[in-house]
Nanobody
Framework: QVQLVESGGGLVQTGGSLRLSCAAS????????MGWFRQAPGKERDFVAG????????VYADSAKGRFTISRDNAKNTVYLQMNSLKPEDTGVYYC??????????????????WGQGTQVTVSS
């Protein structure tokens, strides 16, 4: 399995921006589908965005479309989530995930085998 470490979370005001990073090690990064998920207190872990190994195909939750951008740098084994126009409902722990290509649809939890420890994002109103 690949090891994942997220960074970049923090406290931001409504309308602000954050850029999350997820550094991967221990696998062939370019072969993995990568995803970002969010978990708010007392709620399930929800899909935010996903990107295929080549980086040419991306998928977004409706709540993220037009505000968030997922990207990856296969030379640096890193995936990013640029979050703009943040809202209080974006608050939660953001998890990076990696899964083998073709295992499933990027928006599904079952498509991923490896998870990071999470990074907290708090958006104040």
């Amino acid at each position: 399995q690949v090891q994942l470490v997220e960074s970049g979370g923090g406290l931001v005001q409504t309308g602000g921006s954050l850029r999350l990073s997820c550094a991967a090690s221990g696998g062939t990064f370019s072969s993995y589908t990568m995803g970002w998920f969010r978990q708010a207190p007392g709620k399930e872990r929800d899909f935010v965005a996903g990107i295929l190994g080549s980086g040419r195909s991306t998928v977004y939750a409706d709540s993220a479309k037009g505000r968030f951008t997922i990207s990856r740098d296969n030379a640096k084994n890193t995936v990013y989530l640029q979050m703009n126009s943040l809202k209080p409902e974006d608050t939660g722990v953001y998890y990076c995930a990696a899964g083998p290509a073709g295992k499933g649809w990027p928006a599904e939890l079952r498509s991923y085998d490896s998870w990071g420890q999470g990074t907290q994002v708090t958006v104040s109103s």
